[in-house]
């Protein structure tokens, strides 16, 4: 992408974003790693995000949709607060204000220099479901964030993870009207990852000048092509999140919806969560295998959707990934309880371009190659329905043994 460089720096990279951690043990049985991330801007900021579907939602999810509620028009956040170790879900009236207690810490620490009110503050938890959090714990290490302040993407990255295997975070930069903007972002999540929000949180930074309706039309079509098109078991989580923040610093011209440099913006934001979000499907919990699925020839956009997420959350298909056996009899049947129209004779699928598809029955390529194809690490299976003009593109992995051994429980 010509008008897209990547560069260091992750969510700090932007102007005027600082972030900062520390340990609180959240968790009891943490005893040493950093499990809270608080990121900052140095002037109010314009914000956005979209939210888990599921509809038991976490009471950070419930604060955090209030408060950018509140914002009204202009919308102006100051900064995330977000934890690992506990997802305060199905923690009843206790839970909600000890979400609401999370931001009245964060924003009487902050306070002190930048006069934030608790509703300029959004809240995020990830861990176990249905346990309390140690809120007075919480708030005694609140109290010790803002001196811990600074360029520290990768360290608030970290603080996140709960099963991750690695942080993930990645920063870039585009001209918009002679002014260098940047765009930088993190996120976790490796299990009970599927469409319409994974169990994940995503937190970007911008310094750009756009206004809040804008960032959140900016930010729900970024969503819906990245972290919405993404699964590796098909369960969905109570506290997924993405939020945005644009403080405006890098002193651009505001950004009009439609217009040429919006465009060049909304590039950089999609290749900021496109990148998040394969980053999330490669860390699945116990994946081997990396799918880049295609579905075309479906009648209509929904249809391909319905077809396409049948295949990526098949068992049956998954398991056959994972022996690295490429047997399109299960992608077949799969797409036949989709609820998708097809007709089976017209059915196509090949795996990296190989025909293994034709009409609906077997191509004459050899088993051996679509094999061969099958046991790689990353592939990409095309299914063409033959029917109409609907596509949808998914990025799903396979299903381990080593999958059902880290979720049997503690």
Not at 373 to 394: M, N, P, Q, W, Y
Request: glycine share 10%; hydrophobic share 45%.
């Amino acid at each position: 992408m010509k008008d897209v460089t990547e560069i260091k720096g992750g969510i700090t990279a932007p102007a005027g974003f600082l972030a900062g951690t520390i340990f609180c043990g959240v968790k009891e049985s943490n005893t040493s790693k950093e499990d809270m991330a608080l990121i900052c801007s140095e002037v109010p900021a314009a914000a956005a995000g979209t939210f888990t579907t599921n509809k038991v939602k976490a009471a950070p999810v419930l604060v955090s949709m209030a408060h950018l509620r509140m914002g009204g028009k202009a919308g102006h956040v100051r900064a995330i607060l977000a934890n690992s170790g506990n997802a305060n879900a199905c923690t009843g009236p206790q839970g909600l204000e000890s979400a609401r207690r999370m931001c009245r810490a964060a924003a009487g620490s902050l306070g002190q220099s930048m006069r934030v009110k608790p509703r300029e503050i959004l809240v995020c938890s990830t861990g176990r479901i249905g346990v309390q959090l140690p809120i007075a714990k919480m708030e005694a290490a609140i109290a010790k964030l803002p001196p811990k302040l600074g360029k520290f993407s990768k360290r608030a990255a970290q603080a996140i993870m709960t099963s991750d295997s690695f942080p993930k975070e990645i920063a870039v930069q585009c001209q918009l009207g002679g002014k260098a903007v940047r765009i930088g972002g993190i996120a976790k999540g490796a299990g009970m990852i599927d469409p319409n929000m994974a169990t994940m949180l995503s937190f970007i930074t911008t310094d750009a000048a756009i206004a809040k309706a804008d960032l959140q039309k900016a930010l729900r079509a970024s969503v819906a092509h990245s972290f919405n098109r993404i699964t590796v078991d098909g369960d969905m989580s109570t506290n997924d999140t993405v939020l945005a923040l644009a403080n405006g610093r890098a002193g651009n011209k505001p950004l009009a919806w439609g217009s040429p440099q919006f465009a060049i913006f909304q590039q950089a934001l999609d290749h900021v969560t496109a990148s998040l979000a394969r980053m999330i499907v490669l860390d699945g919990e116990g994946v081997s295998r990396f799918i880049d699925l295609h579905l075309t020839g479906a009648r209509t956009e929904r249809e391909a959707r319905l077809a396409a997420r049948a295949i990526a959350n098949s068992m049956l298909v998954k398991c056959a990934w994972f022996g690295g056996d490429p047997n399109w009899g299960r992608i077949v049947d799969a797409i036949g309880y989709s609820g998708a129209r097809i007709r089976e004779e017209r059915i196509s699928i090949a795996y990296n371009g190989l025909p293994a598809v034709q009409g609906g029955m077997a191509a004459p390529t050899p088993v051996a190659k679509l094999r061969a194809i099958a046991h790689k690490k990353e592939f990409t299976i095309s299914v063409d329905l033959g029917l109409g003009t609907g596509t949808h593109r998914i990025w799903t992995t396979d299903l381990t043994t080593k999958y059902v051994e880290f979720n049997m429980g503690e």
